[in-house]
């Protein structure tokens, strides 16, 4: 197994400025003490989401790296991606409800597309998030297939979708 380097995110902070004031915000590698932040963002975003051990588990793993995004120590969203060689598992992308339409998940999946030397960005999301499908439509992702019956919890297929990355000028 190839490995790649996966850049460390703990201390990348981006700037958005807006009409009125700036806002810091900072993305990066999840730690063991943000888990119960993540899973309440999990529990309300997803009706079947990861246990605390499979998160711990990929906190300690080499290819996969869960982000998030905090501002003045509350996370407001987090992503998960499993990278390998040159490809990538986009395995979540969260934003907590009362933080959405405010460039979270663009932010996470911005940082995702040009941060880890990956040509390919693949995931799976319910057919009926149609918000998330023209998030990552916008993101340069096209619909790939479907896997029927993939979810439970409702029952619902899975839209997938396939990202080619342009690799880095320099």
Not at 35 to 49: E, R
Not at 81 to 94: M, R
Not at 134 to 161: C, H, S, W
Request: proline share 4%; charged share 25%.
């Amino acid at each position: 197994m190839k490995k790649i380097y996966i850049p460390d995110f703990t201390k990348q902070r981006l700037h958005f400025p807006t009409i009125m004031h700036t806002i810091f915000c900072m993305i990066r590698d999840a730690l063991n003490k943000d888990l119960d932040q993540i899973l309440n963002i999990q529990n309300q975003c997803f009706s079947n989401g990861w246990s605390r051990e499979t998160f711990e588990q990929s906190l300690a793993s080499e290819n996969c790296r869960v982000l998030t995004e905090e501002e003045d120590g509350t996370i407001r969203g987090y992503a998960v991606v499993f990278a390998e060689q040159n490809e990538a598992d986009l395995f979540a992308l969260a934003t907590a409800p009362a933080f959405r339409k405010k460039g979270i998940a663009s932010s996470l999946l911005d940082t995702i597309q040009n941060s880890f030397g990956i040509k390919k960005i693949s995931l799976e999301l319910r057919a009926s998030n149609e918000a998330a499908k023209q998030l990552y439509l916008k993101y340069g992702f096209r619909v790939d297939g479907i896997k029927r019956d993939y979810y439970t919890a409702p029952p619902e297929n899975a839209i997938l979708m396939v990202c080619a990355l342009n690799p880095p000028l320099f």
